[in-house]
T-cell receptor, first 109, second 113 residues
Framework: GQNIDQPTEMTATEGAIVQINCTYQ??????LFWYQQHAGEAPTFLSY??LDGLEEKGRFSSFLSRSKGYSYLLLKELQMKDSASYLC??????????WGAGTKLIIKP | DAMVIQNPRYQVTQFGKPVTLSCSQT?????MYWYQQKSSQAPKLLFH???????NEADTPDNFQSRRPNTSFCFLDIRSPGLGDAAMYLC????????????FGPGTRLTVL
């Protein structure tokens, strides 16, 4: 079966750095997405990785290792508004998006 | 400017009373998706349209139907809502070939009484 694993919940301090990991086992790979979802709202697109390496976009960076079936989302200079769930999703060989259940990130002052 | 619009944002219906949720987009994307998401769970794909081609997920109950009358609009019909259908319903769009990044509407939260 296809599986996306992420921690259920993480806590970090305002101003700090946090890394959210995602491991996947899918039938094929055609890209990995990270989305941010605030409580009661829709997911918003953060990043897309299809090649190995680090993609940086402002305070957020995303890393991919296809050989390890692994990605992480790195958030720097955390702000209170970063409190949200972060969903990892992988596009499989059929171009279907397989979603993780999300990591709830709690930011404390 | 809203790009994927869902109406209503909140919908309350009674057990067994049909309900229709709507989605419209100004992105001119050729693919549209309907997801169901329950609290602290991953979004679950119900179906998607590639242009006019309808693709139903194997485990989507028959209780759920969809219509896409044109590129901009897509509807989700729940014929006989049960208590287990209470959830957030998310509409998303993508442009095939553009990494297929999906852009979501704000969602409709459905309550079944």
């Amino acid at each position: 079966g296809q599986n996306i694993d992420q921690p259920t919940e993480m806590t970090a301090t305002e101003g700090a750095i946090v890394q959210i990991n995602c491991t996947y086992q899918t039938s094929g790979f055609n890209g990995l997405f990270w989305y941010q979802q605030h409580a009661g709202e829709a997911p918003t697109f953060l990043s897309y990785n299809v090649l190995d390496g680090l993609e940086e976009k402002g305070r957020f960076s995303s890393f991919l290792s296809r050989s390890k079936g692994y990605s992480y989302l790195l958030l720097k200079e955390l702000q209170m508004k970063d409190s949200a769930s972060y969903l990892c999703a992988v596009k499989d060989s059929n171009y279907q998006l397989i979603w993780g259940a999300g990591t709830k990130l709690i930011i404390k002052p | 400017d809203a790009m994927v619009i869902q109406n209503p944002r909140y919908q309350v219906t009674q057990f067994g009373k049909p309900v229709t949720l709507s989605c419209s987009q100004t992105l001119n994307h050729n693919v549209m998706y309907w997801y169901q998401q329950k609290s602290s769970q991953a979004p679950k794909l119900l179906f998607h349209y590639y242009d006019k081609d309808f693709n139903n997920e194997a485990d989507t109950p028959d209780n759920f139907q969809s219509r896409r009358p044109n590129t901009s609009f897509c509807f989700l019909d729940i014929r006989s809502p049960g208590l287990g259908d209470a959830a957030m319903y998310l509409c998303a769009t993508s442009r095939a070939g553009d990494a297929d990044t999906q852009y979501f509407g704000p969602g409709t939260r459905l309550t079944v009484l």
